[in-house]
T-cell receptor, first 116, second 111 residues
Framework: DAGVTQSPTHLIKTRGQQVTLRCSPK?????VSWYQQALGQGPQFIFQ???????QRGNFPDRFSGHQFPNYSSELNVNALLLGDSALYLC???????????????FGQGTRLTVV | GNSVTQMEGPVTLSEEAFLTINCTYTATGYPSLFWYVQYPGEGLQLLLK?????DKGSNKGFEATYRKETTSFHLEKGSVQVSDSAVYFC??????????FGAGTTVTVRA
């Protein structure tokens, strides 16, 4: 089992550019969440995708958008990059909709984005 | 809203010392509580969890008890090893799908 895979591992972009980050969920998982982890901070929830739709969103501007494909993989897009967008972007996958089952979220190793 | 406050680090210990990392939370409803660990260069891994009051989560010698009366979920380990050096995050989930994390505590164990 490959677990959650993210690409690329590192990325350097210039202010104002656009970036796309990719995530493949763990086998058997159908839900993908994205988190932003600034240096020295805990991860902050960006949004979650299920059945190709955004199910919940955190406090992030519309410059952050996403997509989920029929094979459950997902992309995170960030437009008009700011220096403050420099962070580790983590993808987490899980299964199902019923959190009373307390399904575990599995995290990828992340994409380190540097905006210069 | 939901929030997690955890003990600031860094924490430096000698091998076989006792480790405690304090975590308190504010949440609506009845949250599930988690401890995640992040080893250098890696993503987050679930260490343990508790889903209701008085539950005790345990894994790899680590333990944490869900205390509703004190809104706490402190992490403990009786005898740490060098391999326990990592960043530890307390987190909760309540009334939705997102995890809310604390700022993390860096733990360094010296041989």
């Amino acid at each position: 089992d490959a677990g959650v895979t993210q690409s690329p591992t590192h990325l350097i972009k210039t202010r104002g550019q656009q970036v796309t980050l990719r995530c493949s969920p763990k086998s058997g998982h159908d839900t993908v969440s994205w988190y932003q982890q600034a240096l020295g901070q805990g991860p902050q929830f960006i949004f979650q995708y299920y059945e190709e739709e955004e199910r919940q969103r955190g406090n992030f501007p519309d410059r952050f958008s996403g997509h989920q494909f029929p094979n459950y993989s997902s992309e995170l897009n960030v437009n008009a990059l700011l220096l403050g967008d420099s962070a580790l972007y983590l993808c987490a996958s899980s299964w199902g909709t019923d959190f009373s089952l307390n399904t575990e979220a599995f995290f990828g190793q992340g994409t380190r984005l540097t905006v210069v | 809203g939901n929030s997690v406050t955890q003990m600031e680090g860094p924490v430096t210990l000698s091998e076989e010392a006792f480790l405690t990392i304090n975590c308190t939370y504010t949440a609506t409803g009845y949250p599930s509580l988690f401890w995640y660990v992040q080893y250098p260069g890696e993503g987050l891994q679930l260490l343990l969890k508790a889903t209701k009051a008085d539950d005790k989560g345990s894994n790899k010698g680590f333990e944490a008890t869900y205390r509703k009366e004190t809104t706490s979920f402190h992490l403990e380990k009786g005898s740490v090893q060098v391999s326990d050096s990592a960043v530890y995050f307390c987190a909760l989930r309540s009334g939705g799908y997102k995890l809310s994390f604390g700022a993390g505590t860096t733990v360094t164990v010296r041989a």
